[in-house]
């Protein structure tokens, strides 16, 4: 069965500080990656996604997430956060074929303090 | 504009009740989802569908039903057989079950409160 793992349940930054959160998977074939961005109120959006190619990809308000197979890891990235970043995220995985479905992760929520 | 409406927005019901979540898609996408949100725990999903008239049950869809009579509705009815309907739910759509570039589009959620 396809799994998702994201270690960090909560996390707390300043303004400018990096940002690294964690997304591993559990799935035997092919794959495609999401990170999802839920913000207070609102409904949840695509960040950023996956499906081949080039294993670093570039997001929406300048994340980046890169695919690294060998140790089945998806880690989202930000080099500066802003306080508008305050949000919970989500990483997800597919496999390919019509029988595939999407599984999330329990999220992570980022607080960025100014 | 194109999305998904889910309706209603808020929700009471007493325990014993079965209440019927509505979602509406006019996006065109031929699959459509339920997860259910609860804090720590993520979404989880209870049923899909792909395409009309046909739908399988998620990871959780003890207590659930749905149907898939229209192409851009796809309503969730929680019964009273589900043990802890209090939640968060949430309906998406994606253009094509199992597509390599599908990514899933949101509604805004309803949020159910048994009493």
């Known amino acids: 069965a396809q799994s998702v793992s994201q270690h960090n349940h909560h996390v707390i930054l300043s303004e400018a500080a990096s940002l690294e959160l964690g997304c591993n998977y559990s799935?035997?074939?092919?794959?495609?990656l999401f990170w999802y961005v839920q913000y207070p109120g609102q409904h949840l959006q695509l960040l950023l996604k996956?499906?081949?190619?080039?294993?670093l990809v570039k997001g929406i308000k300048g994340f980046e997430a890169e695919f690294i197979k060998s140790k089945f890891s998806f880690n989202l990235r930000k080099p500066s956060v802003q306080w508008s970043d305050t949000a919970e995220y989500f990483c997800?995985?597919?496999?390919?074929?019509?029988?595939?479905?999407?599984?999330f992760g329990t999220g992570t929520r980022l607080q960025v303090t100014l | 504009d194109g999305g998904i409406t889910q309706s209603p927005k808020y929700l009471f019901r007493k325990e014993g009740q079965n209440v019927t979540l509505s979602c509406e898609q006019n996006?065109?996408?031929?699959?459509m989802y339920w997860y259910r949100q609860d804090p720590g725990q993520g979404l989880r999903l209870i049923y899909y569908?792909?395409?009309?008239?046909?739908?399988q049950k998620g990871d959780i869809a003890e207590g659930y039903s749905v149907s898939r009579e229209k192409k851009e509705s796809f309503p969730l009815t929680v019964t009273s057989a589900q043990k802890n309907p209090t939640a968060f739910y949430l309906c998406?759509?994606?253009?094509?079950?199992?597509?390599?570039?599908?990514?899933?589009?949101f509604g805004e959620g309803s949020r159910l409160t048994v009493l």
């Open positions: 998406a759509s994606r253009y094509r079950q199992g597509a390599a570039t599908g990514e899933l589009f």
């Open positions: 996956y499906f081949s190619g080039d294993p």
């Open positions: 799935y035997g074939g092919t794959v495609n």
């Open positions: 569908s792909q395409i009309v008239n046909d739908f």
């Open positions: 997800a995985v597919s496999g390919f074929g019509t029988a595939s479905k999407l599984t």
């Open positions: 996006l065109n996408h031929d699959a």
